[in-house]
């Protein structure tokens, strides 16, 4: 059984990964670069909670994992900074149970006064605020190239190139075109990020509702400041600290339908993280900022990184990709439910190995 995954940002490489520890023939397809892409920029905050259920799910087995092993929070330079949610609705019951049950000892609920005087957010009229003492924030591009070490070392196939094409093979299987020649699979998985539905449309298929959003955030000096990672629903500011006297802030874009990897700072944008902090975050005077960060993400109409059939096309081509800004949560989780799924589904009568072919 030969799997291709066809992109290395953070979903594609842990699934990799993780298939890699099974029994099957691997091979990544890592683009030419990682400069522009989501993982590379992501602010890496994660936490176990999540308004969506399902994600939640993801990122609390994922923070587990991170946390119960020293390789991978070595590898993603994981730091327990902690997380503040301040949620427009009280967080249900259940969901802190769940954390609870994962992270023992890890959340607790924190009314509006204290959020004030513990962390210097201006007093909003709101629910409690939840409080992960067991979270905080990784580096994802380095947990993905520590993962691609590991799996050259596994014996997985690592290949630095860009793939131009997709042909469906007699049988089931996929062809890639990698350097002008079609290289084959029993399974093919393109985790391309936003650039999947220009993938999908070099052989007619349509990108299954993902869509491209810009993502930005800038690093700025502040005052001494004792906030951990955080998330404000009443302005949609985030933020996580970012070395001593920094601070990352952010607020959600609505740049949609972005080129992926050209992805442009906004000193609008930028301005408006000022001015949010400015009212929730008013003793700590942000200044201009030190650096600006910007890149497209991939979102899926659910909201979810997980591994899904293309629409149309027979065989076994899956997309995995579609993690909506939150990713960098999720993915360890979801590549393990992912590869889990794989296997399953695997056909054993029909074992093709990769095989270079000589068609452009
Ligand atoms: C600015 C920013 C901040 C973020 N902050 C957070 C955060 O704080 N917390 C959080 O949970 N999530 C965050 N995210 C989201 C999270 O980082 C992403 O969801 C996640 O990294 C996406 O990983 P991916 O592998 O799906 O996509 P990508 O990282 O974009 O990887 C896709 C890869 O596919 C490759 N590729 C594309 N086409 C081809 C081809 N034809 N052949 C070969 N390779 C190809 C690309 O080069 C790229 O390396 C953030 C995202 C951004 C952009």
């Known amino acids: 059984m030969r799997i291709c995954v066809i992109g290395a940002g953070l979903a594609g490489a842990l699934l990799a990964w993780r298939l890699a520890q099974q029994e099957v023939r691997v091979t990544l397809v890592t683009g030419n670069t990682t400069n522009q892409d989501a993982s590379r920029a992501s602010a890496g905050l994660v936490r176990a909670f999540e308004p969506d259920r399902r994600n939640a799910d993801q990122a609390g087995r994922g923070l587990a994992e991170l946390r119960a092993s020293a390789v991978l929070s070595g590898w993603a330079c994981y730091r327990e900074a902690g997380s503040l949610y301040l949620p427009t609705a009280p967080i249900p019951v259940a969901a802190l ?34 409080l992960e003492r067991h979270a905080g924030f990784i580096h994802p591009d380095r947990l993905r190239h520590n993962v691609c070490a590991d799996l050259l070392a596994r014996g997985g196939e690592v ?35 936003a650039w999947t539905p220009a993938l999908l449309s070099t052989t007619g298929l349509a990108g299954g509702g993902l869509r491209a959003k810009v993502i930005q955030y800038a690093r700025y000096r502040v005052r001494d400041h004792s906030l951990p990672a955080f998330v404000d629903e009443h302005t949609g500011l985030y933020g996580r ?28 944008e930028e301005r408006a993280v000022r001015a949010a902090a400015a009212r929730r975050l008013p003793a700590m005077a942000t200044g201009t900022p030190v650096e600006v960060t910007a890149a497209v993400d991939a979102y899926a109409p659910d909201g979810r990184l997980v591994l899904r059939r293309v629409p149309g096309a027979p065989g076994r081509l899956f ?6 800004g939150g990713a960098a949560k999720t993915a360890l989780a ?3 439910d992912a590869a889990g799924e794989l296997l399953e589904r695997r056909s054993p009568d029909q074992p093709t190995p990769m095989a270079e072919g000589t068609q452009t």
């Not at 350097?179 to 393109?190: C, E, P, Q, Y």
């Open 241 to 268: 600290p970012a070395g001593p006297g920094e601070l990352l802030l952010g607020l959600p874009t609505e740049r949609w339908n972005a080129t992926p990897g050209q992805a442009h700072a906004s000193a609008t």
């Open 97 to 130: 149970a769940e954390i609870d049950h994962r992270l023992p000892g890890s959340v607790s609920l924190v009314d509006a006064a204290e959020v004030a005087t513990r962390f210097g957010l201006s007093p909003v009229d709101a629910p409690p605020a939840l």
């Open 334 to 336: 979801a590549s393990a």
């Open 159 to 193: 290949r630095q190139a860009t793939v131009t094409g997709l042909r469906q093979e007699r049988g089931g299987g996929w062809s890639c075109r990698v350097a002008g020649r079609f290289a084959r699979a029993d399974t093919m998985v393109l985790a391309t990020g």
């Open 319 to 324: 997309t995995f990709t579609g993690g909506s």
